[in-house]
């Protein structure tokens, strides 16, 4: 049965189990499809509270495997800044692909370059351009932190006049200078977002005080999974119960799995399910191949 199938045969208005990126503030229908499972449900009403309060800039770390929904995290952490009326988010993204401590700010400000000109933000402001080009589109290697914050302070303008509220988000933190790095070229952000798996980089992160905070994400348990698929569910129009025998869940997910490989199990199991048959059902035993066949697919256990 195909996505559609699925969608189709349970009145659904869209597929539920879809390995995506959740991002409410460019779709809000996103915002229902959040369970609050693991460390992000025991922290999902501080994320709304303390952003929505904060009266000095806060750096926030997402911390948790990969495949753990950390940049759907990072999103429903953007989605309640508070943000000046007319003005719309933007999220710039700089991933960490080695341990450099200023190459994620340099591919942050790569993507805030290509948004900017985009927008035919350069028309009048050559020499800004030629500043971004030198410095950060065609440097052979990161410039230096200094070097960034000037250029960053010479864009104020230009952001202004977009009426955009950026947020900085550097992803898959290797070490904690990276974190230090981004901190002072971005000290203007009102919220500096981070995400990484290494314990190292969490726990030197988490002797900083507040307003900064770091958020734990952790692999789901079979009860996780069963609150997971309801909310999912629901949010894509389904009526409860959800037709997946809850035995089956139990045994299916007796190992922990992150949030991403979860999904994939549960599209295997559609995908197994008999095309032309309205509704089908998903007993144990057709819960337990889709096991089966994501393990023989993958080889992860």
Not at 46 to 75: F, Y
Not at 232 to 256: E, M, N, V, Y
Not at 268 to 287: K, L, N
Request: charged share 20%; glycine share 6%; proline share 6%.
């Amino acid at each position: 049965m195909t996505e559609d199938e699925f969608v189709h045969a349970f009145s659904l208005s869209r597929y539920p189990f879809a390995r995506e990126e959740l991002c409410p503030f460019r779709n809000g229908s996103d915002l229902n499809m959040y369970a609050l499972v693991d460390g992000f449900g025991s922290h999902a009403e501080n994320i709304r509270k303390t952003v929505s309060s904060l009266k000095s800039r806060a750096l926030v770390l997402i911390h948790g495997p990969r495949s753990s929904g950390r940049s759907s995290v990072a999103n429903y952490l953007a989605h309640h800044v508070v943000q000046p009326a007319a003005h719309t988010l933007q999220m710039i993204v700089g991933a960490a692909t080695d341990h450099h401590p200023t190459e994620p700010v340099r591919k942050a400000l790569t993507q805030l370059y290509m948004r900017l000109d985009g927008e035919n933000a350069f028309a009048s402001q050559q020499t800004l351009e030629a500043d971004f080009m030198k410095k950060v589109i065609d440097a052979k290697e990161p410039a230096t932190i200094g070097a960034y914050q000037v250029l960053l302070n010479k864009t104020d303008s230009l952001i202004a006049k977009l009426k955009w509220s950026v947020v900085y988000l550097i992803d898959d933190v290797k070490k904690f200078d990276q974190i230090d790095s981004a901190a002072q070229v971005f000290e203007k952000s009102q919220v500096l977002i981070f995400t990484t798996e290494s314990e190292e980089v969490r726990d030197a992160f988490k002797t900083r005080p507040k307003p900064d905070f770091a958020v734990g994400l952790a692999k789901l348990t079979h009860s996780d999974v069963a609150n997971l698929l309801n909310v999912r569910w629901q949010a894509s129009g389904g009526t409860l119960p959800a037709p997946f025998d809850p035995l089956g869940i139990s045994k299916a997910f007796a190992t922990d799995f992150p949030a991403g490989p979860v999904m994939d199990i549960f599209s295997e199991v559609v995908s197994g399910a008999p095309a032309g048959v309205a509704p089908p059902t998903f007993d144990t035993a057709t819960i337990l191949e889709g096991a089966l066949q994501y393990i023989y697919k993958t080889g992860q256990k």
